[in-house]
């Protein structure tokens, strides 16, 4: 069974990608989505199985690497925290693989797509069932691979191939880091099963190597290395700048990579490796003001943005920056809560924008939007809840992770965790404030899609049907089109995880970070007893604490009422008083123009040069070409010798003949 939920999507990936002409549009999309059903049920077998029964277990696949003393095979590591992640992602999935049936029913290569959402799939579910860092890294670099196929999907278009190589590219300097602590821990520890490492650990706290040519505590360093990965992995402050053009992608890309799987993949890892970061304070303190920063980075970005999947994208940035500073915090247990209740609500948002696009045309742009809430009902109703759960409002999912992520940071007493604190409240604050801002900008108030300009379809986004060029997300087509209601094939994974959404936080809680959490998580999550961030939160906690993340949600919401309902005016005078700032946020933070400076023009400049002066000066000009030229130039001058008569040819013997006995001669 446990083997199933892993390799089935992966049976499913080559059925799909190499059986196109045999099974059909149809024959693919019922294969895959097929596997990926019966992987989710079973999924939800083995969660109660091996989290709730507390039945853990390894199991072997088969040997994998054997050279001399390493050894590395291929298993599936089954504890509480590998069983969270399995029904997130096959959850997840299903619903996406079940939407995308409907959301992309007129483009061409829609069997591909489906492959390739199933070879992510996989590559996920190998991710976070590893049993070694080695099987770990090759699931990273799986998703880094299928997230570049996926997100660059329209290859036709420009703008999607270099979303897709900047995704690439950006996770390659993670992943540097993460190979790095990689081969770090097995120069620490000799060893890169994970069950060992964990064990031998402690009896390594204090080790220290070197690096870069200095003396360094071995485990912080290792922990920090680890950590860039993730940060690239999940969009953290230095290395997101992929993320929102990763928007180029269909939609459904957006909901499973974006919102509920790739990004939460360096949350997991840091929570897998609870053992080594809670030996390193310092590389926790790190992680704590990264997620911190990110939290509210994005959340002034989202403020300002008006494509409809670029504002959740950003809250998707945000989010896992509250995830990460509970990890910082030794809260390991709320930042996998707040991982699998986001994953539901955002999912849910996301696929609700597709749902939105698909009524507006494939429109994107919510200045172009407005009064629509009656045409679709359904949608409507599903994006209000999960606008609530993201703003933490009770009794829906995130607020009970959200606060408790907030509730750990401030029990945490560090400087680090109240800075995180501050940052996160602000966070919660913006974050209702751009989402209810999007749901009255696309829902509410005039329609401004009646009197849109339908003009610039030849350069918009397809993110329906784009190989068949009669679609486009920013380019809206010609003539006004009345909104409309997603067929029911769409709406039904909505359904599905509105009931997540609703659900999940209040079914979750008591287990994830209840009192008896610690039986719950078991050996999967190990922290200090002086760390315990949420027993702080549970006892040592002031009375005003768990209520101000409410209260700041709801003085969002109340803004953003005000701001674009009750005195539109009023947005666009705090535009105007604070043009500098809002330009500011809306060329998010000019990180793309700064490292468009400091990198891409100095290696643009050095690949230039290289290219110019060494490869076609020296290289070229020395090596084949000079090779070239001088052989036509000798060949030239000899043949000026044939000249044709024969006294110039006995001339040249008498020389020859000369030449010879003069050497004799002298020789002798």
């Known amino acids: 069974m446990?083997?199933?939920?892993?390799?089935?999507?992966?049976?499913?990936?080559?059925?799909?990608?190499?059986g196109g002409r045999v099974l059909g549009f149809r024959g693919q999309q019922i294969v895959t989505c097929g596997a990926l059903i019966i992987s989710a049920t079973l999924g939800w077998v083995a969660f109660f199985d091996v989290a709730v029964n507390h039945n853990a277990q390894v199991i072997q696949v088969l040997r994998w690497i054997d050279v001399g003393t390493f050894e590395v095979n291929w298993s599936l590591k089954l504890d509480t925290l590998s069983a969270v992640m399995i029904i997130v992602i096959t959850t997840v999935s299903a619903c996406v693989h079940v939407y995308s049936v409907g959301y992309m029913s007129e483009d061409p290569a829609k069997?591909?797509?489906?492959?390739?959402?199933?070879?992510?799939?996989?590559?996920?579910?190998?991710?976070?069932?590893?049993?070694?860092?080695?099987?770990?890294?090759f699931g990273w670099?799986?998703?880094?691979?299928?997230?570049?196929?996926?997100?660059?999907?329209?290859?036709?278009?420009?703008?999607?191939?270099?979303?897709?190589?900047?995704?690439?590219?950006?996770?390659?300097?993670?992943?540097?880091g993460f190979a790095l602590g990689i081969m770090g821990t097995f120069f620490l520890f000799d060893t890169?099963?994970?069950?060992?490492?964990?064990?031998?650990?402690?009896?390594?706290?204090?080790?220290?190597?070197?690096?870069?040519?200095?003396?360094?505590?071995?485990?912080?360093?290792?922990?920090?290395?680890?950590?860039?990965?993730?940060?690239?992995?999940?969009?953290q402050l230095g290395l997101h700048t992929w993320l929102p053009d990763a928007m180029e992608g269909p939609t459904p890309v957006s909901a499973l990579i974006h919102a509920a799987t790739m990004v939460t993949a360096g949350v997991f890892m840091v929570c897998r490796l609870s053992p080594m970061f809670e030996?390193?304070?310092?590389?926790?303190?790190?992680?704590?003001?990264?997620?911190?920063?990110?939290?509210?980075?994005?959340?002034?970005?989202?403020?300002?943005?008006?494509?409809?999947?670029?504002?959740?994208?950003?809250?998707?940035?945000?989010?896992?920056g509250y995830m990460f500073f509970a990890a910082g915090v030794s809260a390991y247990g709320a930042a996998m809560f707040h991982l699998m209740t986001h994953a539901f609500f955002k999912a849910l948002l996301f696929l609700g924008a597709g749902s939105v696009i698909h009524a507006m045309h494939h429109e994107q742009d919510m200045r172009k939007m407005g009064g629509i809430y009656k045409a679709i009902p359904v949608t409507y109703v599903l994006m209000w809840i999960?606008?609530?759960a993201l703003a933490g409002i009770p009794p829906f999912a995130g607020y009970f992770s959200k606060d408790m992520v907030l509730e750990a940071a401030y029990a945490a007493g560090s400087q680090a965790g109240y800075f995180a604190f501050i940052l996160g409240m602000?966070?919660?604050?913006?974050?209702?404030?751009?989402?209810?801002?999007?749901?009255?900008?696309?829902?509410?108030?005039?329609?401004?899609?009646?009197?849109?300009?339908?003009?610039?379809?030849?350069?918009?986004?397809?993110?329906?049907?784009?190989?068949?060029?009669?679609?486009?997300?920013?380019?809206h087509g010609h003539g006004e089109h009345v909104p409309h209601e997603s067929p029911i094939v769409m709406l039904i994974p909505l359904f599905v995880l509105a009931i997540g959404a609703v659900l999940a936080g209040w079914l979750g809680k008591e287990l994830f970070i209840g009192h008896h959490r610690a039986e719950f998580w078991g050996p999967a999550i190990q922290v200090l007893a002086e760390h315990d961030s949420i027993e702080k939160a549970h006892h040592h906690l002031p009375a005003w604490v768990p209520w101000a993340p409410l209260v700041a949600g709801l003085?969002?919401?109340?803004?953003?009422?005000?701001?674009?309902?009750?005195?539109?005016?009023?947005?666009?005078?705090?535009?105007?008083?604070?043009?500098?700032?809002?330009?500011?946020?809306?060329?998010k933070w000019y990180f793309d123009e700064v490292y468009h400076f400091l990198f891409v023009r100095p290696s643009l400049w050095i690949g230039r040069v290289l290219w110019k002066g060494g490869d076609g000066a020296i290289i070229d000009r020395f090596g084949p070409n000079g090779v070239a030229w001088l052989t036509v130039f000798l060949s030239k001058r000899a043949s000026t010798l044939q000249s044709g008569y024969v006294y110039h040819y006995a001339f040249a013997m008498l020389i020859g003949v000369v030449a010879f006995v003069s050497w004799y001669l002298l020789r002798g």
């Open 426 to 475: 602000c966070a919660a604050f913006l974050t209702a404030f751009y989402s209810w801002r999007l749901l009255f900008m696309t829902f509410h108030g005039e329609a401004r899609w009646k009197h849109a300009h339908h003009d610039d379809h030849a350069h918009g986004h397809d993110d329906h049907a784009h190989a068949a060029h009669a679609h486009d997300d920013h380019g």
């Open 141 to 176: 670099e799986g998703v880094g691979l299928a997230s570049y196929l996926l997100i660059g999907f329209w290859y036709e278009k420009p703008s999607a191939n270099a979303a897709a190589i900047k995704a690439f590219v950006v996770n390659r300097v993670g992943d540097f």
């Open 111 to 137: 069997g591909r797509f489906m492959a390739y959402l199933s070879l992510f799939t996989f590559c996920m579910l190998m991710l976070v069932t590893a049993d070694n860092l080695i099987q770990m890294y």
């Open 386 to 388: 999960g606008s609530l």
């Open 279 to 320: 030996l390193a304070p310092t590389a926790l303190t790190v992680v704590t003001i990264i997620g911190g920063l990110t939290a509210i980075f994005a959340a002034t970005v989202g403020l300002v943005q008006n494509d409809i999947k670029r504002v959740i994208a950003y809250s998707t940035c945000s989010q896992l």
């Open 555 to 587: 003085c969002g919401i109340a803004l953003a009422w005000y701001s674009y309902i009750r005195r539109p005016a009023f947005a666009v005078e705090v535009k105007e008083s604070f043009h500098g700032l809002y330009t500011f946020l809306l060329n």
């Open 192 to 235: 890169v099963n994970l069950a060992d490492i964990f064990t031998a650990a402690p009896g390594l706290k204090d080790a220290t190597f070197k690096f870069l040519g200095m003396e360094v505590h071995a485990l912080t360093t290792i922990c920090l290395l680890l950590f860039v990965g993730a940060m690239g992995k999940s969009a």
């Open 2 to 18: 446990y083997a199933a939920i892993v390799f089935l999507p992966l049976i499913a990936a080559i059925l799909a990608g190499f």
